[in-house]
Each structure stands twice: as structure tokens, then as C-alpha cells.
């Protein structure tokens, strides 16, 4: 059992930065994935960024590869989902998920077993 929550989002203009947080806590005795997923309206659910904890991110989205970056601090129990140069298009509900790590992080949200509940990211032009 695994409790994400996250914060940081936020309205930002365009051009401009969030760092979102996503709380871990509960069992974290297993090896698992951590993956930051988006949806925006009229939009399917995308990966954003999956990496296994403790280790440097091994997935970004090629719409924000070079933008977003994924950090962790092991003694908050936190990660952290750096975003720089926002966009208009980046507008969406974001939330960060736990998965069983089996050598590789899906980019899928079906293999993720445990989500926050989402923060709002609001990019205005």
C-alpha cells in the first residue's frame, strides 16, 4: 500500500516554471516505479516522465524532453517533477503514480497501482 500526494501546481504564464511534488509514504519496502502522468481536456491520458525511484528518470515524452526534469529527495520521501519553459499546451491535470518495478517502467497508466490525486497546471499565453 502506497499513498502519493501531490502539490505545486499552479497558473503560470507561458515561458515560466513549476516544481511539482508528489509525497510517498506507506510500504515502500518493494522496488517500484514512479511516473508523472497528465491529462488535459479532450486529451487521452499521456506519460510524462516514468523513472524507478532512486535512479534518474528512463522516460520523458518527447513534447517535453529537454523541459522537464524528475528529482527525488529520499529524505522527504519525495519527487519531484521540474518543469521549465511552459507552455500553453502543457495545461492539464497532473498526478504521479507508483508501479511494481519488474526491470523497466511502463509508460502505460494501467500498470500503475497507486495515484495521487492530481494538481492542476494552468499555462496561459
Known amino acids: 500500500q502506497v499513498h502519493l500526494v501531490e502539490s505545486g501546481g499552479g497558473s503560470v504564464q507561458a515561458g515560466g516554471s513549476l516544481r511539482l511534488s508528489c509525497a510517498v509514504s506507506?510500504?515502500?519496502?518493494?522496488?517500484?516505479?514512479i511516473g508523472w502522468f497528465r491529462q488535459a481536456p479532450g486529451k487521452e491520458r499521456e506519460a510524462v516522465a516514468t523513472?524507478?525511484?532512486?535512479?534518474?528518470?528512463?522516460y520523458y515524452a518527447d513534447s517535453v524532453k529537454g523541459r522537464f526534469t524528475t528529482s527525488q529527495d529520499n529524505a522527504r520521501h519525495t519527487v519531484y517533477l521540474e518543469m521549465n519553459n511552459l507552455k500553453p499546451e502543457d495545461t492539464a491535470m497532473y498526478s504521479c503514480?507508483?508501479?511494481?518495478?519488474?526491470?523497466?517502467?511502463?509508460?502505460?497508466?494501467?500498470?500503475?497501482?497507486?495515484w495521487g490525486q492530481g494538481t492542476q497546471v494552468t499555462v496561459s499565453s
Open positions: 503514480a507508483a508501479g511494481s518495478y519488474g526491470g523497466s517502467c511502463s509508460l502505460h497508466a494501467v500498470f500503475y497501482n497507486y
Open positions: 506507506g510500504d515502500t519496502s518493494t522496488s517500484y516505479c
Open positions: 523513472f524507478y525511484i532512486g535512479e534518474r528518470s528512463l
